[in-house]
């Protein structure tokens, strides 16, 4: 069995800013309002015609190539997270290949939400421990601003969203005790509906129908989110499988070494902070930046704190992530 490293990390955010003050002119909210309740000061959104959710992964894929130091001819297989597609179908992962100029190596697309880049690195992680592929290029990328509703009817999910992409060349070790140490994925479907984007879909209605009702009442298209109770199992589902993965290690909290959060609300990374009584330098926040970018935003997280130099050699590495599905997981990765 081989291990697997994070050789390279890359990240894309696009140019047009918005601040909280920038929404409190087209909806009604405040700066003071989302700051207080999300920690989030402003977000990145793609400009049409510009940034798509292919492009802005490619963007970021090419940082992590180069960070890596290898060649585009290393790859040999392609991992795209997002739930945010360019289309409805091919998937990114085809379209990302294109645009990188790859071979015919695998694609394969991971529709896991804010849970989707710690699947996706859990999977090639798989991949390189059996022996089957040699370097993985993951890519998380999300252009969701143009699904928002930017009015006050959709405030409570429209101030929380970013766009962007972060990415990672996941290469084979035969050294003992480096690189993913573990990865631990869950999924509870009985809460679909709390956080989701429910038409166009073959499930209720296609899109088709919603042209022919052409009902302004119906906001099916829009995502929702029961706010408190995503908050409430966050929490909970955050802490069980940090715990989880700790344990399967023999490791403790206190031998962590930086926490990667999937930025869904400050609040909520404060809680698993406090709770776990890491300092302040053990974690790593950009929500502020950001917003968040769903799949992207461990991604784009990982990407900074590495640019940062907040990981060294042999630093303990914990990710963690929930969100729609529900789906949570964690990987403890040895640097
Ligand atoms: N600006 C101003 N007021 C807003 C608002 C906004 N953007 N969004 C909602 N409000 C209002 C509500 O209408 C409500 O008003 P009312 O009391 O008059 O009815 C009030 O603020 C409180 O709304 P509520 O939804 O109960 O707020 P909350 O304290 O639950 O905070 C979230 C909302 C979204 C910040 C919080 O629920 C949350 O973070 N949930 C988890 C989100 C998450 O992590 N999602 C992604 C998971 S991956």
């Known amino acids: 069995m081989y291990n697997s490293i994070i050789k390279g990390t890359g990240y894309y955010v696009p140019e047009n800013i918005v601040t909280n003050d920038d929404l409190s002119k087209i909806m009604d909210t405040s700066d003071e309002w989302i700051q207080e309740r999300t920690g989030i000061q402003q977000r990145h959104f793609a400009t049409k015609g510009k940034d798509t ?25 392609l991992i795209f ?34 849970s989707g880049f710690v699947y996706a690195l859990s999977v090639a992680d798989q991949f390189i421990k059996t022996g089957m592929y040699k370097n993985i290029l993951v890519i998380a990328s999300e252009t969701q601003s143009p699904a928002l509703d930017l009015t006050t009817r959709g405030r409570n999910m429209a101030v929380l969203f970013g766009d962007g992409a972060g990415a990672v060349i996941l290469s084979r070790t035969e050294e003992v005790g480096k690189g993913i140490l573990s990865s631990h994925l869950h999924s509870e479907g009985a809460y679909a509906e709390e956080l989701a984007i429910i038409t166009p879909g073959v499930g209720k ?19 929702h989110m029961n706010g408190q109770f995503v ?18 290690n023999n490791l403790t909290e206190k031998e962590i070494d930086l926490f990667i959060p999937h930025q869904a609300n400050l609040r909520i990374s404060q809680f698993i902070q406090q709770k776990f009584k890491l ?37 303990l590495v914990l990710l963690a ?5 529900f789906t949570w997981g964690s990987v403890v990765i040895r640097w």
């Not at 908050?231 to 399967?248: M, Q, Y």
């Not at 992530?321 to 599905?325: I, L």
Request: charged share 25%; hydrophobic share 40%.
């Open 53 to 77: 959710t292919t492009n802005m992964g490619v963007r970021a894929a090419e940082m992590a190539i180069a960070k890596a130091n290898i060649n585009k001819e290393d790859i040999d297989f």
């Open 81 to 114: 997270a997002t739930l945010s597609p360019d289309y409805y179908f091919p998937g990114c992962g085809v379209l990302a290949q294109k645009e990188l100029g790859l071979n015919t190596i695998g694609a394969l697309d991971i529709r896991n939400q804010c």
């Open 205 to 223: 209605k296609w899109v088709t129908e919603l042209i022919k009702e052409n009902n302004p009442e119906d906001i099916s298209y829009f995502p």
């Open 231 to 248: 908050f409430k199992n966050a929490v909970v589902r955050f802490s069980e499988v940090i715990v989880e993965g700790l344990k399967h």
């Open 279 to 315: 300092s302040d330098e053990k974690v790593f926040n950009n929500i502020q930046k950001y917003g968040n970018t769903t799949a992207a935003s461990i991604a784009i997280a990982l990407a900074e704190a590495v640019e940062q130099k907040r990981i060294k050699e042999n630093d």
């Open 321 to 325: 992530a929930f969100g729609s599905g």
